[in-house]
């Protein structure tokens, strides 16, 4: 069974940074591109960072300079790193993975169960 779980969530201050990790466990043979989403309340989710399996990019338009995104592809483990954080970056953070599990299924969108950020003013 394929598992993605985040951790290193937390209250920080305006101005402070946190650093999320997203580990994957479980039988498979390759993960493809990673993504961070991000959910607040009363909010749709929103789709934050993605890196690819080759490490290229893409961040959404609110967190450009202040987010970085990275990937241990031996440790099966994605980070994002939160820089200047501000109060309106307040939410729950996911982890969403394309992971080839099957050939015979292809690569499959998994979840994990988010960790919680709170930036306080």
């Known amino acids: 069974q394929v598992q993605l779980v985040e951790s290193g969530g937390g209250l920080v201050q305006a101005g402070g940074s946190l650093r999320l990790s997203c580990i994957a466990s479980g039988r498979f043979f390759s993960i493809n591109a990673m993504n961070w989403y991000r959910q607040a309340p009363g909010k749709e989710r929103e789709l934050v960072a993605t890196i690819t399996s080759r490490g290229n990019t893409n961040f959404a338009d609110s967190i450009k300079g202040r987010f970085t995104v990275s990937r241990d592809n031996a440790k099966n483990t994605m980070y994002l790193q939160m820089n200047s954080l501000k109060p309106e970056d307040t939410a729950v953070y996911l982890c969403?993975?394309?992971?080839?599990?099957?050939?015979?299924?292809?690569?499959?969108?998994?979840w994990g169960k988010g960790t919680l950020v709170t930036v306080s003013s």
């Open positions: 969403n993975a394309n992971i080839l599990a099957s050939l015979s299924r292809g690569g499959v969108d998994y």
